[in-house]
């Protein structure tokens, strides 16, 4: 999949705007804080219907407006039947005291998470770090972007589950509230978590199984170093029968009004030889580990998903130093990675490095929110 | 908007603060009230206030009726060996007029969902089990919207039926009712309830 045009309204700080990328290479160029990322964004909302790290849709609009609104042009580029190139037209569309819309083709979607995993896309920035540093919350995130990505039913069961998980934890604290206990109706969430889990769990480990080769070596790739890291999967669901485990925790989630077991407790232990990386890892080690997470999360999706997904890659040089940029960008390139997004601070540092390479790509100069041609 | 009387003013107003009237359509019916016959408001607001003043609910069903027993209960005709189920009478209302339904009633009030405050306790489900005591119920269709609230609502229903001597089944889910029973064409309400299907309690 690729966005050959996309028009602004009130986004971030953009009051209006219009552009029409390469299908290969793009650098978004210009002083920090011009917008250069909020670009990136705009992206990333038409493909996943909100703003990258779940900024509040309030906070998207530009400031002293009141909506806004974006729109995508792409062209669909099916892997298997290479000949068959169709346009779809993406909107999105945000105002004061009504739903959030998101159309395809001018027909709004029932239900957002329709559109998920229609246009795959990676997204890389600076604060991926918070990834190893952050609690399992970031983690989970990344697994479930990921497989949301690539599996209908994956987010079908994610969004049962996590629905049932609230209404067990609004009983836990009304009970708490009215010091009454219905056995009966927390036997009945259980039942109702024990399916989706069960198919959460499955999916979340067969996806780290064939993900750790690919990580592991994107990360040999980009870092010179010769330490073994590891990423593993943590969860309750392996040590086994979840309506037991739900059953011996139910005095524990009784007392502490939350369910304190299931999967939405799962994590994934980051490793550097045999210790934990947030613990023992250098800066630059965590750096180029969450940056292979990417990058493989990257080259799985390409695998499994039938198009090519779209990489946005937010301040590179902040990751890494200019040599290892001009690895990078020569693994993307040679590797056959689909359509490109780059933000750099300086004008001519990423120009240099490609113009090493025989590639098609367009530079854009953005400052205060506009294109400057 | 100027009115230069406040008997039409206050009219208006009373008209607009009714949900989905706006200020231009209450002017519009008050305009109309004051050219019609005095009898025309009188017999309007009579109609209104006696309905506000008598309307009841039926101590047995839940469903609204003019008396202490609504139409469906006191009617000897209905067949009492099935029940339906429903969220709210709106329900009631869009099974009646599929004119395929002979059977009884049960309003719950709602659906089971701490997150809005409503636990079992808030619904009609004890009545619902005391009447199937009594009654003679020989199978109970859960017509409950197809969300995750609604499958909790019947699977707790369910299990506290599983000793009694009733059959519970449910309309089939999927036909395209919108989510919510009140906005189903006819059609496809009568035919799901027509072809309901037996109800399987999970991990049974
Ligand atoms: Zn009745």
Known sequence: MKIQGLKLTQFKNYDSGQFVFSERLNCFVGKNGMGKTNLLDAIYYLCMCKSHRGVNDRNVVKHSTEFFRLEGYFLNEKKIEKKSKSKIKIVAKVQPGKNKEIEKDDVAYQKLSEHIGMIPVVIIVPDDTLMATEGSEERRRFLDNTLSQLDGDYLKNLITYNKILKQRNSALKKFAETRSFNAELVDIYDQQLIGPAQVIFEKRKEFINSFRPVFKEFYQDISSGQEKIDCIYSSSLKYGDFANQLKESREKDRILTRTTCGIHKDDLVFRIETHLLRKFGSQGQLKSYVLSMKLAQYDFLKKNHISNPILLMDDIFDKLDEGRVQQLIKLILEKNFGQVFITDTHENRVEEIIKNFATDYKKFYIENGELKE | ?204
């Open chain 2, 1 to 204: 908007m100027n009115f230069t009387s406040k008997l039409v003013q206050e009219s208006v107003e009373a008209f607009s603060s009714l949900p989905g009237i706006g200020k231009k359509s209450a002017l519009r019916l008050v305009l109309y009230l004051m050219n019609q016959p005095k009898e025309t408001t009188h017999d309007f607001t009579a109609a209104l206030i006696n309905m506000r003043e008598n309307i009841k609910t039926c101590s047995n069903c839940h469903n609204i009726s003019d008396t202490e027993i609504c139409g469906v209960c006191s009617d000897p005709r209905r067949d009492r060996s099935v029940l339906c189920v429903v969220e709210n009478i709106r329900d009631v209302m869009a099974i009646e007029d599929t004119g395929q339904y002979r059977g009884m009633y049960h309003v719950l009030g709602g659906v089971i969902s701490p997150i809005e405050g409503i636990g079992p306790s808030d619904l009609n489900i004890n009545s619902l089990e005391s009447r199937l005591e009594k009654e003679e119920t020989k199978e109970v269709i859960m017509a409950v919207s197809p969300t995750i609230e609604g499958d909790t609502t019947i699977f707790y229903i369910s299990k506290k039926l599983k000793d009694m001597a009733v059959k519970v089944s449910t309309i089939a889910r999927g036909v395209s009712f919108g989510g919510e029973l009140e906005y189903a064409d006819e059609l496809t309400l009568g035919r799901s309830i027509v072809a309901r299907i037996p109800y399987q309690i999970k991990g049974e």
